[in-house]
């Protein structure tokens, strides 16, 4: 699987791999059952601490999209075949938010809203 | 932004000549040695000599195993590079489909000259303990064989290149300045291919305990073979790729080792292309093919091939290879 980061992005580098994993789970790349690396190879090919994608997996574990199990490593849950559906009508909607004039800003902020905080 | 999938080619026609060189011929050479072991068995000591050290024969065996042996061997290995070619893909016949067609050939020929003539040195004896030395029979059978295995390579029709022109250079995964990427993904052998290496290892271990057995342990130093296979399986079966601004990193798992790494500044292009084991490398795990260089070929589908500079090649099967092979080409892009 692939992970991008850029370290110049201002963005925590955790929050760049856990939105990395998201994005491909989203595409449908990744499936349940499928496995991430072990954080100490991801972490030497990132050249990042190895915490750090610890952090990334920890995030991912707290939003159900793995499990993390001693000797088995990340595993990808259920979740992750539920977020390919939603891909296909955010599609939906940003088609209509294009259409009807909407800057992303403002869908963002209304999807926000959406959420109770 | 995802690359281009790796199609697969479709399968090769392979000229009658490559099959009359992998299949007929074999076939042929085994059976006339069955028939001349069988002719003389009435002249034949029992039991025979079946296996020679330094000072003579030191391993003896009944005389019928010796045709049961040529006959299972001869139709075996017959078989198993009729399955290799017969899962080519085009182009072909590539130099590693020849060459598969004419060890079929030199196999056959070594074996059958070779298990004859210690037969034809024992006719006429009443015991085996005074069989001759078959060291010029055996260095006379390695000869012929490899003179035929050369006439059969130039009577082969000409070979053609292994990837040219299925496969385009992978095309470079679009980076941002200062952008790091990594492609991990684990390969390991299918399930189907770790039933036929399980079943070679216990055709050999099988042979070895018929050979051990009628020998009546004297072979003993034969059951090493078996053993190296384990050995070698064990770390032929699944290996981590790793794809970063180092390059690339092959490594076997669980432990680690045996690895290939090829770094970034080596690289001269990146292709995802389909490969084939058997027609293509002659097998699975860490192999070495005339026609594609060096490979960790884990099953049949998509792979990453880099060429080094210095015109080395290295391919690795992986499932999503198209990605692991345009971020190789992205890093490869970016030191040149």
Do not use: C
């Not at chain 2, 296996?51 to 005389?63: K, L, R």
């Not at chain 2, 198993?80 to 060890?103: D, G, I, N």
């Amino acid at each position: 699987m692939l992970i991008r980061i850029d370290p110049g992005s201002g963005e925590a580098i955790y929050d760049q791999i856990a939105t990395s994993v998201r994005g491909d789970a989203a595409r449908g790349t990744l499936r349940p059952g499928d496995r991430l690396p072990p954080a100490r190879e991801l972490a030497d090919a990132l050249d990042v601490n190895v915490h750090t994608v610890l952090r990334a997996y920890q995030l991912l574990r707290d939003e159900g999209l793995v499990d993390l199990r001693r000797g088995r490593g990340a595993v990808l849950t259920d979740a992750v075949a539920r977020g390919t559906e939603i891909l296909a009508a955010v599609r939906a909607l940003v088609a209509d938010a294009r259409r009807a004039g909407v800057p992303a800003q403002t869908l963002l902020t209304l999807i926000r809203e959406e959420y109770p905080a | 932004m995802s690359a281009t999938p790796v199609s697969r080619p479709p399968r090769a026609r392979l000229p009658l000549s490559m099959w009359v060189v992998a299949v007929a011929l074999p076939l042929v050479v085994g059976a006339m040695a069955v028939a001349l072991q069988l002719a003389w068995l009435p002249q034949l000591p029992d039991p025979i000599a079946m296996h020679w050290g330094s000072s003579g024969p030191d391993g003896y065996g009944p005389a019928w195993s010796t045709p049961v042996l040529t006959a299972g061997l001869s139709l075996g290995l017959t078989a198993l590079f009729a399955a290799f070619l017969a899962t080519a893909r085009q182009p072909a016949p590539t130099a590693s489909h020849k060459f598969l067609a004419v060890l079929s050939t030199v196999t056959a020929v070594f074996i059958g000259s070779v298990v004859t003539a210690s037969i034809a040195v024992q006719r006429g004896l009443s015991d085996a303990r005074d069989a001759p030395a078959i060291d010029a029979p055996m260095g006379i059978a390695l000869g012929a064989a490899l003179v035929i295995g050369v006439l059969a390579w130039f009577a082969l029709p000409k070979t053609v290149p292994a990837s040219a022109p299925v496969a385009a250079p992978a095309e470079a995964l679009p980076l941002a300045p200062g952008e790091r990427g990594v492609w991990i993904a684990t390969t390991r052998v299918a399930t189907r291919a770790v039933v036929a290496i399980l079943t070679a290892i216990a055709v050999v271990s099988a042979a070895t305990v018929f050979t051990i057995t009628v020998t009546e342990g004297e072979a003993w130093p034969l059951a090493v073979a078996p053993l190296a296979l384990v050995a070698a399986a064990g770390i032929a079966v699944s290996w981590r790729v790793r794809v970063g601004p180092d390059g690339l990193l092959v490594r076997s798992l669980p432990f680690g080792w045996p690895r290939v790494r090829v770094r970034t500044a080596e690289i001269a292009s990146v292709h995802a292309l389909h490969i084939e084991p058997l027609s293509e490398f002659g097998g699975w795990g860490w192999r070495w093919a005339p026609a594609r260089g060096f490979g960790v070929v884990a099953r049949s589908g998509p792979a990453i091939e880099v060429q080094r500079h210095d015109g080395r090649r290295f391919v690795v099967t992986v499932d999503d290879a198209e990605t692991g092979a345009a971020l190789l080409a992205a890093y490869a892009q970016v030191s040149r």
